[in-house]
């Protein structure tokens, strides 16, 4: 891949997860693709329990997420729960 391909697919896929304003946008993720966003150095595993950690220190969190459906092992998070979390834990970076 020559470098201005490259740099192309990173801007691409910088505007999949935030929108044109540099804000993080509201919408379902997956449980992993979440958790790398808020830890972009560690690897997907380590991130997802990372968060998983986060959420369950939490209790305002771990119960709003309870009434909006979540269950533990979700793989895939509603926008409501993405809501939830960035409410109480600020945008990833």
């Known amino acids: 891949m020559k470098p201005w391909q ?4 990173l801007l691409d896929t910088l505007r999949h ?3 044109m304003e540099g804000q993080f946008k509201i919408k379902s ?3 992993g693709e979440l958790a790398q966003l808020y ?4 690897a997907k595993k380590s991130a997802s329990a990372q968060l998983r950690r986060w959420i369950k220190k939490n209790n ?3 119960k ?3 009434q909006n459906g979540y269950q533990i ?3 895939i998070l509603t926008p409501t729960q993405v809501k939830t979390i960035v409410d109480e834990f600020g945008e990833p970076y």
């Open 39 to 42: 830890f972009p150095t560690i």
């Open 6 to 9: 490259y740099q192309g697919f």
């Open 64 to 66: 709003k997420l309870l």
């Open 73 to 75: 092992g979700n793989r």
């Open 29 to 31: 993720y997956g449980y």
């Open 60 to 62: 305002l969190v771990f």
């Open 17 to 19: 997860f935030k929108n």
